[in-house]
C-alpha cells in the first residue's frame, strides 16, 4: 500500500531581488502569515465574490434594466483593478514565467481576460465567472494546514481509484452509444429520438437518473428497454460510489499507521500507548 | 483518531427552589423517567401532533370549506395551551434564562409565536410547523441510551467529516457558477435560461439529478455540455457517500466497548487483548 | 459485536399424523429435497408466473380486446387451483392454525381472496399480483444455503442499523414537513403548491431526486429555497447509504472471525492456516 | 474468504501452422508487444472509432441531407474493411472455431453483419454500433497489467456480490409489481395509468428515482402512495452501494501483495508479519 508522496500546495515562488519595496509587496501579496498578508488576502476575495455578484446580477433582466450603467462601470473597475494586481505580481516575483504558467497564474490571467474580449465579442464578458477559481485561495488564506490534508486525501483516493474510475467511465459511454442506438431504433423521430447522438444525449439524462422528460418513450417496448436501461443506470450508481468508498477507506487506514515494534500488528487506536496484541510498548 | 468527548444531551436545568409545586411540577415537565413525567410527555407529544395536523389540513381547500371555524378555533387553543406549558416551565426552572435559550427552549418559544404573529401577518401561521421540531423530544422520552448513543455515533462522524464537506461543498458551488455562466451563453434566454441566477438554480436541478424537465437545453451544444454537467454530478455523488462511509466505519470501529479492568479506558479494537492505555490484559 | 442469533428460515411444520397419503402429500409439497418436491415447487412457481402474467395483461386494453373471455376463465382456473392447493396444504400439516398464521401461510392465503372479492368489489382482481410475494418461495426450492446466508447478512444488517435508520427518516420527516410548508407560504396555490400537503408530496419528489416536474417553483425565492432543499436532498443521499455500507462491512468482518490462540489477532484471511501476527498455528 | 482463481484474461490463441506468412500476421494481428503490433491495434482502433463516427453522424438529418452519400459509401468501407480483417484473423489462427466462439470473437462478426443485414432489412446499420464493443480492446493494447488487474477487482467483486444482488433484484421486481398494480387501482387509466405494465414502466422511473414526469400521480391518495414509493426508492439505493462498497474493500483488503519468499503465497493482510501459509518471516 506504496502511497506516492504528493503534495497538492501550490509551487514555491521567491520574491524578485532587487528594490526593497518589492519584498515588502511581495509579502503582502503572496504571503499569508502576518496581518498585511491576511488582509489583502480578505479584501481580495471579497473584491473577487463582488465582481462575480455584479457579473450575475448583470444577467436578470430586472435588475439591468435600472442598474444597466453601475454594472458596466463596476465590471470595467474590478476589471482594471485586476489587472494592475496582476501586473503587481508580476512585477514583484524573481521567476514572473514561473508564476504565470502556475495553476494560481493561469487563473489570474483568465480572470481579467473577458472583459477585454467583450469589447470584440459581444457575450464573452460573462466568462469572467472563471473568477470564482480565484475564491479556491480561500484555502491557503485560512493556512488551515487540516485542509490541505484533508484535500490531499482526497486527491489521492481520486488518484488511486483512476484506472478503476476509467474502466468505469468507458463501461458507460459503450453502454450510452449501444442503448441510444437501440432507442433511435425502437422509437424513431416521431417520439422525439430525431438522431443517435440525440439519443445518446437522452441515454445520458436517462442512465444518471437526472429524467428531464423533455424526451420520453411512448411505445410500449421501448418503455421496457427504458427500464431496463434505467436498473442498470440506478444499479451502477453503486460502482463509483463503492469504489471512491472503499478507496478512502483504505487511504484513511493507511494514514493512522503505527506499527507494534515486538509483534508488527498495526490499525492501533490514536491515544493506544501499548500494543492491543502483545501489550509491547508502542513508539510513536 | 483523537474524538472530542461531545455529548448531543441538552444541558443540565435545576428546579427553582421555593415552593414545593414547583419541583413537584418540574419533575413531571422536564422528567421522563417516572410515570407521571412520562405521561405528560405523551400527552404532549400527542397534542404537538395534532396542532400539525390542524395546521397542515387548514390549507386543503376542500377541507377549509366546511371546518374553517373549527380549525380557526383549534388553532388558537392549541396555541394557548403552548403558551401556558411555556410560561409553567419558565416559573419552575430555577434559571429561566439559561431555559430560553437552550435549543428546547428557543423551539418552545418558537412554535407558539407564529400564531400571535398571524394577527398581524396573513398567512404566518403556517409557521408553526416548527411545532415539528418539538416532536424531537421523543428521543428523549424514549430515553434509550441507545438512540443517543447512536446519534452521536452520527453527529460525530459528520463533526469528523465537516473539512471533506466543506471542500466538497466548496467545490459543487464553484461548479455550479462556472456551468450555469456557460449554460446561460450557449442556449440564451430565448431557451428558458433568462439569467445566470436562474441557470445556476437549473445547474444544480441538474447536478443533483433530480431533473424537474421545466428548463431543458434545445441546442445540441447545450445537449453536449448538459451530458458532462450530468456525468460529473453523477460521478459526484459518490463523494460524500464515499466520505460519510468511511467516516462511520471508522467511528464504529473505534466505538466497539471493552473497558479495561484496570483503568477504564474503553472503545478498544475489536481484537484488542491488552488496553492500549495501561498495557493490562483485557476480559471478554 | 454481538449479534443476535436470528434465522430467516420459515418455521418448521410437521406432517399431520394418521392417513399414510398426508404425509407422502406434506413431503411433496412442503419438502425441496426429492425429485417429486422439487417437480411440485417447480411447477407451482411456474403457475404462479403465468396467473400474474394473466392478470398483468388483462389490463393491456389491445389484449383485453380479443383475450377478454380467456383471461377471465384462466383467473378463475387459476385461482380454484391455488384454492384446491391452499386446503391440501391445511389437510396434510399437523398444525393448521401455525401455518395459517405463517408468513407464507398469509400470503397463500392472500393470493386466492382478490379473486372471489372482485365478484363483489369491481378491480379487486388486480390485487393478485399478491400472488407475486408466493414465488419468493424460489429462495427455498434453490435450497442455497448460501442465499439463506446473504439474506441473513443483509437481514442482520438492517436490523443493527435500524436506531440509525429511524433517525434518519424522522430527520427527513420533519425537514419535509418544514420546506413543505415554507414553499407553501413562497410559491402559493397560484403556482401549484395549492395545500400543505401537496407540497409535502412535492418536497418528497425533490429531495428523494425524483423531480417529475409536475409541480416546479416559479419565484425567484422558490427557486433559491428549492436549490436549497435538492443539495440537502443530495447529501442525505450519502447518510443510508454510508449507514449500510459501514454496518455490512462490520458485518461481513465479524462473520469471518477466527482468532489466533497465541495472540488474540483476528480479521485472519480465509486460508490462512498461521497467524499473521505471531506465525503460531490456527484452529479451525 | 476463498475467492475462486478467476481471470477475465481472453484465452489462449495460437497461430496457425503452415506457411510463415500466417505465423507474422498472427503476431500482427494478436500480437501487442511489438511495434508491428501495436501500430496495427493503433489503427483498428482509430477507424472503428471512425467507423462509429459515422454511423451516428449519418442518423442526423442536417448531416445527412448534404453527406448521404458519402456516408454510404463510408460505412461500406468500413464493413469490408472489417470483413477482411475477420477473415485474416480466421486465416492465420490455429482454431479458428475457437476464436469465432470466443468474446471478441463474436464481437468481430457481430460488428460487420449489421451493414449486410440492412440490404434486407431498412435501419438495421445502426446496430454496427456493436462495434463499440470491439473498442474495449483498448485495454489489452495499453497492456497495463495495471487495468487487467483493477477490471479483476471489479469483476470478483460482483461476483462475490452476486448472491446479494440477485436477492436485492427480487425484491425490487416484487415491489415494482405490487405498487404498479396498486397505483393502477388508485389512478386508473384517466390519470394515465392505462394498464399494469404501464403503471409498472411509471414505478421502475419514480423506484430510480429517475422522474420523467411523462405520468404523475393526480389523487391525493395516489400522491400519498407515491410519496412512500420514494422513500423505498431512495432508501433502496443505500443497499447495492453498501454490498458493492463492502465487497470492494474486502476484496481490495484481501489483494493487497506481499509474496511469502518460503512458499510464493501472496494476498497477505496489510499487518501480516509471518506468511499464513507455511508460517515463514515475510519480508517487507
Known amino acids: ?37 491576511r488582509r489583502f488576502d480578505v479584501i481580495l476575495i471579497l473584491v473577487i465574490l463582488s465582481s462575480i455578484a455584479v457579473t450575475v446580477l448583470d444577467t436578470v433582466a430586472e435588475l439591468r434594466a435600472g442598474w444597466n450603467i453601475a454594472f458596466y462601470v463596476l465590471e470595467w473597475l474590478f476589471t482594471l483593478a485586476f489587472t494592475a494586481e496582476f501586473v503587481l505580481r508580476l512585477m514583484v516575483v524573481k521567476r514572473p514565467g514561473r508564476y504565470v504558467f502556475s495553476f494560481f497564474g493561469m487563473v489570474d490571467l483568465l480572470a481579467v481576460l473577458p472583459t477585454y474580449l467583450s469589447l470584440f465579442v ?23 494546514t487540516q485542509y490541505v490534508g484533508e484535500a490531499d486525501i482526497l486527491w489521492a483516493t481520486l488518484l488511486r481509484a483512476r484506472h478503476k474510475i476509467l474502466i468505469f467511465i468507458s463501461t458507460i459511454l459503450t453502454l450510452v452509444l449501444i442503448f441510444g442506438a437501440l432507442m433511435y431504433l425502437i422509437e424513431g423521430p416521431g417520439n422525439g429520438f430525431t438522431s443517435i447522438p440525440r439519443s445518446m444525449y437522452w441515454a445520458i439524462v436517462t442512465m ?77
Not at 459581444?122 to 485560512?142: D, K, P, T, W
Not at 421496457?224 to 487506514?253: D, K, Q
Not at 508488527?264 to 509491547?280: I, K, P, Q, T, V
Open 1 to 37: 500500500m506504496k502511497r506516492p508522496a504528493r503534495r497538492t500546495l501550490p509551487l514555491h515562488l521567491e520574491p524578485a531581488s532587487g528594490a526593497a519595496w518589492r519584498a515588502r509587496w511581495f509579502h503582502i501579496i503572496f504571503g499569508h502569515d502576518d496581518p498585511p498578508g
Open 122 to 144: 459581444v457575450g464573452s464578458q460573462y466568462l469572467v465567472v472563471i473568477r470564482a477559481l480565484r475564491v479556491l485561495r480561500i484555502f491557503r488564506i485560512l493556512k488551515l
Open 208 to 284: 444518471t437518473t437526472v429524467g428531464f422528460g423533455d424526451i420520453t418513450p411512448h411505445t410500449p417496448l421501448g418503455q421496457f428497454v427504458t427500464s431496463i436501461i434505467m436498473l442498470v443506470g440506478y444499479s451502477i450508481i453503486a460502482v463509483p460510489t463503492g469504489i471512491f468508498a472503499a478507496e478512502l477507506a483504505a487511504e484513511m487506514r493507511a494514514k493512522q499507521g503505527v506499527y507494534c515494534p515486538a509483534c508488527g500488528l498495526g490499525e492501533h487506536a490514536g491515544d493506544a500507548r501499548f500494543c492491543r496484541g502483545c501489550g509491547a510498548a508502542l513508539k510513536r
